[in-house]
């Protein structure tokens, strides 16, 4: 049933039978009512100012809404209880209503709904043919604002006719796609949207300005998008692709209810060019991005337009250039930063302006002149020529130089150069300072002298800071934003001789320092001879250019002659492994609950969130340190490896940690993030059960079960027990009744779908954290085979594993290697041996 609703002190909703009773009392000129609906003649008002239309059960209403706060209306749908507005469909979004008193939503005498706000303005109507005779106007539970005929069928409905936001139930077709919102309070027609891509209507694109196509979900490949790997593990909902790759392909998705419910849920095309799948979340009472594509918003076409920087998920997402200010300040205030930056100066553009340089960073530049010069300064002085040239990028080594015409587009940080070889240097006014400046040195004797002596104390200290930097450049290490460059000796104070020692890793020793300001530091200090070289480049370059409350922070590094030192933040509970040692302190469900949760975050941001995806390859308890409040950070990616957007795998040397190694990369396969996942599962093991994996196996004659010598390799055992649903048996004993079964149930099955045998069928880190935190549901996963199999009426002879480290497998050897990778490769076999040096 419908309800109609007028604005009280009271806000109570009226019930429509209720309303018909004062209509008949009051006004013979207003519609007939029945327990199902409106029904109207014709020339008739549905609607008016300050009324709503509820569905049935209050979920969804229908009215006139100011949406951004000023005098301008638009006739809505939007959820009623969930604070603030979410709108749904907008239907006057190009043609606002400017005065509310008189703004009406009718039907005409064809049968087609129409807005207006005076008798001769029509700011929206519907597209049905129309119909004769009475309707049925409801506002369905879905979210659907359905006319009916006087036979029941549907004359015209809202969800053919989507806005920016795609509820379950709406398919889009090719005539039927999703277009954003100008900005956060403006709700006309934006420049970005989302279709079936045509010809061949078999993936989703998001478009630019209709125009150019900047992301796509990949082909449909019968279950999921081939970009899309995560739609595979359980949702709570059901998606459904008919007819494919034809011109009538229609797609959708429906709500599967988790425990009974289902919680609200849409995705919507975003202002500044993202798609996001929104889910209630009822116990935060606020809406969860559950899903967002592109994952990183910087990868939007020209969100913050010319010369604007993208900053990534903040407010605001963009800045201006050095030298540069918003174009439309209003528009960067609604968070519509497409019109860019200017110059901060009004005075046009001369011959004297300078240069602001940029370093390393991504961008587009549409209209590039390439030349070849001896000299930046020869580059900057053909930029300089016309006004219409706004930055320029230089390569020394080649003498290449480009400048750049018109604009700079999708400008933001990279860790690993840019499409347009050099650092990026940007046309500004020069300041007056720097003019004064310059008269001064040309005046007076004396001052000649000073600064002739100054220039050569100068000149000194550049041509050192340039052989050091050269050096660094030589060993990969420039550009490193936001690092301090340590010498030697200031570390070796720091640590009183490196005396210290708090850890050993697979690539140096960890020493606890504290620098003159008393801030407490970890020095790892390379110690391979003539090796390690290759890991302090990865860390360096990979960790000195991210940040994450999951991942520990490099404040600096040393490179002096042959020193090879890393300097971290202080972790002063340690790592992980120092609670899983018997007789070893232990860890509250809740820490390890929270731990299980921030190392995924972690993770799943090396993966997903950076301009390149980063994979640790090397995670275990050893790299998870713990700070003062036991929140996780995920350290020590001596072995990390970037792999660009364009590329699903890289192709890495198997240097990882046995028992956290996962088997396509004993293989001797490319690898993938899955990789990373599959060490995290094998993590989470250890985490719940507060012990290593890897045990010494228990004395021969002691007459053990079968049960009990599957022990002691620890994760085939401990899988079965979660698939039979016997969570509690893995469970640290230390523990006691201390935990919540509802968590650990969930993070024992997520950690047996992280170490199943095929990539494809562990879920992504950031699918793994949805997971942890019950915004997904997770089913009961299969056993992984190729685990079993190691252990199958097998002796484990040769194993030579320490229990701190689970035996690092980097000196193994060739052998060794392919012992074990044949065991992977034939799980039917059962005569398996491994042998770890």
């Not at 640290?732 to 997520?750: P, W």
Request: with cysteine; glycine share 10%.
């Amino acid at each position: 049933m419908s309800l109609l609703t007028f604005p009280s002190s009271s806000s109570s909703a009226i019930p429509f039978s209720l309303f018909f009773l004062c209509l008949l009392a009051f006004s013979s000129s207003q519609p007939n009512s029945s327990g199902r609906g409106r029904k109207l003649l014709p020339n008739r008002v549905l609607l008016r100012a300050n009324e709503t239309l509820l569905s049935e059960n209050r979920t969804f209403e229908l009215g006139f809404f100011s949406i951004n706060g000023q005098p301008i209306y638009y006739l809505a749908i939007r959820y009623a209880s969930i604070p603030p507005p979410t709108y749904v469909w907008v239907a006057n979004r190009e043609k606002p209503s400017k005065n509310l008193a008189v703004s009406t939503l009718e039907i005409t005498e064809t049968g087609l709904l129409v807005v207006r706000d005076s008798p001769t303005s029509i700011l929206w109507q519907s597209t049905n043919l129309g119909t004769s005779g009475g309707v049925e106007l409801k506002l369905l539970e879905s979210g659907n604002l359905v006319l009916l005929t006087r036979q029941g069928s549907v004359s015209w409905q809202s969800f053919d006719f989507p806005t920016d936001a795609w509820l379950p139930g709406i398919n889009l077709t090719r005539n039927r796609s999703l277009v954003s919102w100008r900005s956060s309070t403006d709700p006309s027609p934006g420049l970005y949207s989302l279709r079936l891509r045509p010809p061949g209507y078999g993936e989703f694109e998001l478009l630019f300005n209709n125009s150019k196509s900047y992301w796509t979900t990949g082909r449909w490949t019968g279950d999921t998008f081939l970009n899309i790997p995560e739609m595979m593990i359980p949702y709570l909902y059901q998606f459904h692709f008919a007819n494919p790759f034809t011109p009538t392909a229609s797609f959708g998705f429906s709500e599967k209810p988790l425990n009974g419910l289902s919680p609200p849920t849409f995705f919507r095309v975003e202002p500044h060019g993202q798609v996001r799948q929104y889910t209630w979340w009822s116990q935060a009472g606020s809406w969860n991005i559950f899903w967002s594509g592109p994952k990183n918003v910087c990868d939007v076409q020209d969100l913050c337009g010319s010369l604007g920087v993208c900053k990534g998920e903040t407010t605001p997402m963009c800045a201006c250039v050095s030298g540069y200010k918003p174009l439309d300040d209003g528009g960067w205030a609604s968070r519509d930063y497409s019109g860019g930056c200017r110059r901060e100066a009004d005075s046009p553009c001369n011959k004297n302006d300078g240069f602001v340089d940029m370093g390393v960073m991504s961008f587009e530049a549409p209209n590039v002149q390439s030349l070849q010069t001896k000299s930046r300064s020869s580059c900057e002085t053909n930029c300089l020529s016309s006004c219409d040239c706004i930055g320029l990028s230089f390569n020394q080594r080649t003498s290449s130089c480009q400048n750049f015409y018109g604009s700079i587009l999708n400008l933001h940080n990279s860790s690993s150069g840019t499409s347009i070889d050099g650092n990026l240097f940007v046309r500004v006014q020069r300041g007056e300072s720097e003019k004064k400046l310059n008269r001064q040195t040309l005046t007076g004797t004396i001052i000649g002298v000073i600064a002739f002596l100054g220039f050569i104390v100068a000149t000194l200290l550049v041509l050192l800071n340039r052989r050091q930097k050269k050096k660094l450049e030589e060993d990969g290490l420039i550009p490193v934003r936001n690092l301090k460059l340590f010498s030697y000796k200031e570390l070796q104070l720091a640590t009183r001789g490196f005396s210290g020692k708090v850890g050993h890793g697979g690539f140096g020793t960890v020493f606890q320092g504290e620098l003159p300001d008393s801030t407490r530091i970890a020095v790892k200090r390379l110690e391979r001879p003539g090796g390690g070289e290759k890991e302090f480049r990865a860390e360096v370059s990979t960790i000195g250019n991210i940040q994450h409350i999951n991942l520990v922070r490099l404040r600096g590094f040393c490179s002096e002659n042959s020193h090879r030192l890393l300097v971290y933040e202080f972790m002063p509970n340690g790592a992980l492994s120092c609670y899983l040692r018997k007789g070893g302190p232990s860890l509250s469900w809740d820490v390890r609950f929270r731990i299980a949760v921030g190392t995924a975050k972690g993770i799943a941001y090396l993966h997903e969130e950076c301009r390149d995806c980063i994979l640790h390859c090397d995670i275990k308890p050893e790299n998870i340190l713990l700070d003062t409040d036991f929140t996780a950070k995920v350290s020590d990616f001596g072995l990390a490896k970037l792999m660009g957007r364009d590329f699903s795998r890289v192709l890495a040397t198997m240097r990882g940690t046995w028992g956290y190694v996962a088997p396509e990369w004993i293989s001797g396969v490319a690898i993938t993030t899955k990789a990373d996942v599959y060490s995290y599962g094998m993590t989470l093991l250890e985490l719940i059960s507060g012990r290593r994996n890897v045990e010494a196996p228990p004395q021969s004659g002691g007459g053990e079960e079968a049960g009990e010598k599957e022990k002691w390799f620890f994760p085939p055992w401990a899988a079965r027990q979660i698939i039979e649903g016997n969570c509690t048996a893995i469970l640290d004993k230390r523990l006691g009744n201390a935990y919540n079964m509802e968590e650990v149930r969930r993070v024992a099955m997520v950690a047996v779908w992280c170490i199943q045998d095929e990539e494809g069928s562990r879920p992504p880190m950031g699918m793994v954290v949805k997971m942890l935190e019950g915004l997904v549901q997770v089913t009961v996963p299969p056993t992984p085979k190729l685990l079993q199999a190691l252990v199958s009426g097998e002796s484990f002879q040769g194993v030579k594993a320490d229990s701190g480290t689970g035996g690092s497998i980097s000196g193994g050897g060739n052998a060794d290697t392919e012992s074990f990778a044949g065991g992977f490769s034939s799980p039917a076999k059962t005569n398996v041996n491994v042998v770890v040096q």
